[in-house]
C-alpha cells in the first residue's frame, strides 16, 4: 500500500477472523468510499477511458445491472433474500412485486442506509439488513423461497462461492431458487471494467462460465436458467 492510499478504517474489523476476513473488508471499504460519495485519487490515464467516464456520470451503472426480476419474476408474499443487496429496496419495485424483503451487506453504509429508510418506504414488506458476508448468512435454515446475489461475485475466487452456495442452499426451502451474477469474461467489456475495479480498489477475478458451472455442479446446484447481459450473466439455480 502506498503511502497515499487511504487507511481502510473496515480491516480486521467487523468480520470474524477467517481466511476471508481482509478480502471482505477491502471490499467493504471500496464501496463505502463510493457510498458516501468520497474522491477517488486515479492515474490520468484510467480517467481517460470511456468506461470511467460512464461510471463517473452514472450511466455504467445501468448498462451493466443485472435485472435479477426478469428471470425470476417475483411473486407476492415470497420471503426472498438479497446479498449484498446495497440499496436495493429503495431503488427496485419491491413494492410492486409484495414480496418481503430480507438483507445481507458487507457494507455498513448500505447496511445503516437501508434499515433506516426501509422501514419508512414500506414497514409489512422490508423485513431488515444484517451485517455479514455471503459465506455466513446470519438467518435460519429454510427461511427463503428465494435468494439474491448480484455484482459482488467477481471480488472473490470461485473457492469462496463453494462456501456461499452451501450457506445458500442452507437457507433456501425446499424448491426455493438461487439467482446471482457472475462476470462473463468473454465479453468485451470486461478487461476495462476489471481495470477499472482494481484501480477503485477492489480486485477482480475473471473465471471462464464454463469453470463457474463446473463450481455450481460441485455445490449440488442444477442450472436452471441463463441469462447474458453485456458484463455480467445471471445464472437461476435450484438445489
Excluded at 431488515?128 to 428465494?146: K, M, R, T, W
Aim: hydrophobic residues 40%; glycine residues 6%; aromatic residues 14%.
Amino acid at each position: 500500500m502506498s503511502k497515499n492510499q487511504p487507511v481502510n478504517p473496515y480491516k480486521n474489523k467487523t468480520y470474524s477472523a477467517d481466511k476471508w476476513q481482509e478480502r471482505i473488508a477491502q471490499v467493504a471499504y471500496r464501496f463505502n468510499r463510493q457510498y458516501e460519495n468520497q474522491k477517488f485519487e486515479l492515474p490520468d490515464e484510467i480517467q481517460e477511458m470511456p468506461i470511467y467516464k460512464e461510471w463517473k456520470n452514472g450511466s455504467l451503472s445501468q448498462r451493466i445491472v443485472s435485472p435479477f426480476w426478469e428471470i425470476a419474476p417475483l411473486q407476492k408474499n415470497q420471503h426472498c433474500l438479497d446479498i449484498g443487496c446495497g440499496v436495493s429496496f429503495l431503488i427496485y419495485p419491491w413494492r410492486d412485486w409484495q414480496a418481503f424483503f430480507y438483507g445481507q451487506e458487507i457494507s455498513n453504509i448500505a447496511k445503516d442506509t437501508l434499515n433506516s429508510r426501509g422501514s419508512q418506504l414500506n414497514s409489512k414488506l422490508f423485513k431488515g439488513v444484517e451485517l455479514g458476508a455471503a459465506h455466513h448468512l446470519n438467518y435460519p435454515s429454510e427461511q427463503f423461497d428465494l435468494v439474491i446475489a448480484t455484482g459482488f461475485s467477481c471480488y472473490f475466487p470461485l473457492e469462496y462461492w463453494q462456501s456461499v452456495l452451501g450457506e445458500v442452499k442452507r437457507v433456501l426451502k425446499p424448491g426455493g431458487h438461487f439467482v446471482f451474477d457472475i462476470l462473463n469474461s468473454q465479453q468485451l467489456l470486461v478487461e476495462d471494467w476489471a481495470v477499472l475495479e482494481t484501480y477503485l480498489g477492489a480486485e477482480v477475478f475473471l473465471e471462464s462460465p464454463s469453470a463457474w458451472e463446473k463450481t455450481i455442479k460441485a455445490g449440488g446446484a442444477k442450472i436452471v436458467k441463463k441469462q447474458l447481459g453485456e458484463l455480467f450473466e445471471l445464472y437461476k439455480v435450484r438445489f
